[in-house]
């Protein structure tokens, strides 16, 4: 382990710095690939994780990824009449300790929201709609037509999302995001908290520290894709129908799965493991840089 790496821990050890910034900090690091790690340095990785997990794992909110967005756009009045949003729409839902449901209807249907009270707020600007929810004591319902894209900022509280088939990015520190029925491309990241999502998977980025990610149905057939988890914990259901070559890393971590490997490699840096669904048309690589990660046959 280098002599960085090893300041990261200490002066998160020392409560210097944060959980979430030692978990930067020792990414950057790890990029770079560590020259020379032992069995202590990989203990030391994965106590690592544990402390990160601990530190995020409550949620603690410092800042939000959407501050700058809250008063975008012109407010829509009345939007509990309904309004209207064309199939090309992106929406943003940012939730701060509250509750939200995002249901898809049919196409053509018009939009509206269950609750306008105080702390919700919905915006447009152009095609791009923002519903805002800041502490509201009751569960906040908006009814969409498809859209292309969501965007989904969760700090503390909670999302549903239900049939809504869009390329999603999701990023949850502490609360919960649950979607089912999803359909498209995901991406997000997981600073604590935990993210389920039922449903095909086409594409998937996604980064996780010190929380829990469970993934039902990945059906990827090309492109490029990478998972990355350090002190969080990734469950992923791959389809049989899927053609990728998925390439694991393990630092301090661990990656379980029950689908067979073409290629083992245990070094005294990190363990590489090779796998092949399907004709391997797509790459998918994965990262464990002291958490776990479990990938198995989706049911």
Known sequence: MTEAEMRILEMLAQHKITAEQAGRLLEASAEGEVTELGADAQRTMTKLGQMLARGLGAGK?????TEAREEAGERIERAERGFEMPPESALVVTVKDGSVKVVQQKQGDRASLRSSGDGVSMRRAG??????????PEEVELDIPPVKSLTVDVAGGRAVLAEVKADSTVRLKG?????????GNLSGKCLGGSMHVAGK???IDLKCMGGSVTVGELVIVQGEHRIKTMGGSISLGVSR???LKMRTKTLGGNVTT??????RN????SSVSEYKVGAGAAVLNVKALGGNVDVHWSR
């Open 241 to 243: 129908q899927a053609s």
């Open 175 to 183: 609360g919960s995001f649950v979607s089912r029925g999803f359909a």
């Open 201 to 203: 998977v086409r594409g």
């Open 258 to 263: 029950d689908i067979p490997a073409m290629r």
């Open 127 to 136: 095609r791009q709609y923002f519903l805002d929810v800041k502490g509201s």
């Open 61 to 65: 909110r410092e800042g939000s990824w």
């Open 266 to 269: 245990e070094g005294v840096r």
